[in-house]
C-alpha cells in the first residue's frame, strides 16, 4: 500500500496566505538558504573587509538553525547556495572585481579567511551550524541570483518543486535577488523575515514592504514561528 505525503495549511504570511492555492507538502515545497557563509556571516570574512557590519547576518544564523531542522523533521528538501569564484577567477567579472577593490576587499586577494569570496577558502564555507547533510544540494554560483549560471532550475523542476521559501543573506541583494527570478519563473515564493539579514537593517525592512506591494509582487513575508507551527 503506498502512502501519501503530509500535506500542511496555508502559513499566515503577508499579504495572503502562503501558497495562494492551499495546501502544501515535502513533495513540492523546497527551502532554499542563500549564502550562509563565513565571508558574509564572519567577523573576519569578506563582507567585514568592506567595512560592512556582519552582525546582523550572524543574528539570524540561529533561527535558521531551528527552521531548518523543523523543515527537516517534517521531510522537507533543503537547497543550500554559495556564493564564490573559481580558483583562477576566470567566471569573475572586471567590475563586480574593481567594486570590491574599491573597498580594499578586492575578490580573489588574501584576507583573514583565506583568498575572498574564493571557491575552497575557508570563508567561502557555509556557517557550521547550517552544515548541509549528505544528500541536500549545495549550489554554487558566481553572482548575486542563484539562477544565473547554475542548475538550479533544474534540479528543482527534477525534483517536482514548485513552491520555495527562502532564507539567508543578504535580504537585498542575494537572497530578492534569487526570489525575484524564482517568481519569473512561476515558484510560489515566501520570504521568512527573521531567518534573512542585510548590513543595513534599513534595507532589509524595505525589502519586505517591497516584497508585499502589488498584493505579493514577488510573494509572501511570514515569520519563523507560523511556518514551524504549521509544519509541527
Not at 495546501?23 to 538558504?33: E, G, H, K, V, Y
Request: charged share 20%.
Amino acid at each position: 500500500m503506498t502512502t501519501r505525503p503530509c500535506t500542511f495549511p496555508q502559513i499566515a504570511s503577508r499579504p495572503y496566505n502562503w501558497p495562494f492555492d492551499g495546501q502544501f507538502s515535502p513533495n513540492d515545497t523546497a527551502l532554499i538558504i542563500i549564502d550562509m557563509q563565513i565571508d558574509f556571516c564572519g567577523q573576519d570574512g569578506w563582507c567585514a573587509q568592506c567595512q560592512g557590519d556582519p552582525m546582523p547576518m550572524a543574528a539570524v544564523i540561529e533561527p535558521t538553525r531551528r527552521l531548518l531542522e523543523a523543515m527537516r523533521a517534517a521531510g522537507f528538501w533543503v537547497v543550500h547556495t554559495r556564493e564564490g569564484h573559481r580558483e583562477d577567477l576566470s567566471d569573475l567579472a572586471e567590475n563586480k572585481r574593481w567594486r570590491s577593490a574599491r573597498f580594499n576587499a578586492e575578490i580573489g586577494t588574501l584576507g583573514p579567511c583565506g583568498r575572498m569570496l574564493t571557491r575552497g577558502a575557508p570563508g567561502w564555507e557555509i556557517v557550521p551550524e547550517l552544515t548541509p547533510l549528505e544528500g541536500e544540494p549545495v549550489v554554487d554560483k558566481p553572482g548575486k541570483g542563484s539562477f544565473y549560471a547554475t542548475d538550479l532550475e533544474h534540479i528543482l523542476r527534477t525534483r517536482g518543486i514548485r513552491n520555495l521559501i527562502f532564507a539567508g543573506v543578504t535580504t537585498d541583494c542575494c537572497v530578492h535577488t534569487t526570489m525575484r527570478d524564482a517568481n519569473d519563473r512561476g515558484f510560489e515564493c515566501m520570504l521568512i523575515e527573521d531567518c534573512c539579514a542585510a548590513t543595513l537593517p534599513h534595507n532589509h525592512a524595505s525589502i519586505m514592504s517591497f516584497t508585499q506591494m502589488g498584493h505579493g509582487i514577488f510573494g509572501t513575508v511570514a515569520h519563523s514561528d507560523a511556518l514551524i507551527a504549521a509544519i509541527s
